[in-house]
């Protein structure tokens, strides 16, 4: 069974710091890959997503995530953060060949100071 | 685009009574999922649906969860008998095609439950 691990509950930065979240999966085969964001009081949206060719991704609002495929790992990453970026942040995988079964992290919460 | 509707926002009960939460999905998506997600932890698969069937309900607690999508539309989750470990949020998400493993989910705002 696939599964993911957000190594973070919870992260503060001040603006304009650089941003790292990590995020670790297991499952030995292909994946899909997701961040998705939920700011306060709006749902959980699309932030970026790897399912093959260049593990550099590029997402919205400045957002990148590598994937290492030798460390199963997915991290997001911001060179510089906004108060605006204050949110929870959920990695998700999806695996297997069928059905979009979805796992997802326990979450990062992010709070960035002014 | 209108988004993902779900309703009620909040639900308030006690234990062993019955709730059914109501979703719409986008216009034209064909899959729809439920998913629980408790207080500190991300969203877990409760069941999916394409157009009408069920793909996976594996995680689905059929003896107090029901769900349906009778036309392929909107759909219905409900609990029944509530239980204290059912508080929780509880998110409607759709995506346009069969449900595969790259498509994008579009979440709704979720309803939130508090069993007493």
């Known amino acids: 069974a696939q599964s993911v691990s957000q190594h973070n509950h919870h992260v503060i930065l001040s603006e304009a710091a650089s941003l790292e979240l990590g995020c670790n999966y297991s499952?030995?085969?292909?994946?899909?890959l997701f961040w998705y964001v939920q700011y306060p009081g709006q749902h959980l949206q699309l932030l970026l997503k790897?399912?093959?060719?260049?593990?550099l991704v590029k997402g919205i609002k400045g957002f990148e995530a590598e994937f290492i495929k030798s460390k199963f790992s997915f991290n997001l990453r911001k060179p510089s953060v906004q108060w605006s970026d204050t949110a929870e942040y959920f990695c998700?995988?999806?695996?297997?060949?069928?059905?979009?079964?979805?796992?997802f992290g326990d979450g990062t919460t992010l709070t960035v100071k002014p | 685009e209108a988004g993902v509707a779900q309703s009620p926002r909040y639900k308030i009960i006690e234990k062993r009574q019955s709730v059914a939460f109501w979703c719409n999905p986008i216009?034209?998506?064909?899959?729809l999922y439920w998913y629980q997600q408790i207080l500190g932890q991300g969203p877990k698969l409760l069941i999916q649906?394409?157009?009408?069937?069920?793909?996976?309900d594996s995680q689905l607690p059929k003896d107090r969860f029901s769900a349906e999508r009778l036309k392929g539309v909107d759909s219905t989750l409900k609990i029944q008998p509530a239980k204290l470990e059912d508080s929780a949020v509880y998110l409607c998400?759709?995506?346009?095609?069969?449900?595969?493993?790259?498509?994008?989910?579009?979440f709704g705002p979720g309803t939130r439950l508090l069993v007493l």
């Open positions: 649906f394409q157009n009408n069937g069920v793909v996976d």
């Open positions: 499952y030995g085969g292909t994946v899909n």
């Open positions: 216009s034209g998506h064909a899959t």
């Open positions: 998700a995988v999806n695996a297997g060949t069928n059905a979009g079964k979805s796992t």
């Open positions: 790897y399912f093959s060719g260049d593990p």
């Open positions: 998400a759709s995506s346009q095609g069969a449900g595969g493993t790259q498509e994008t989910q579009y």
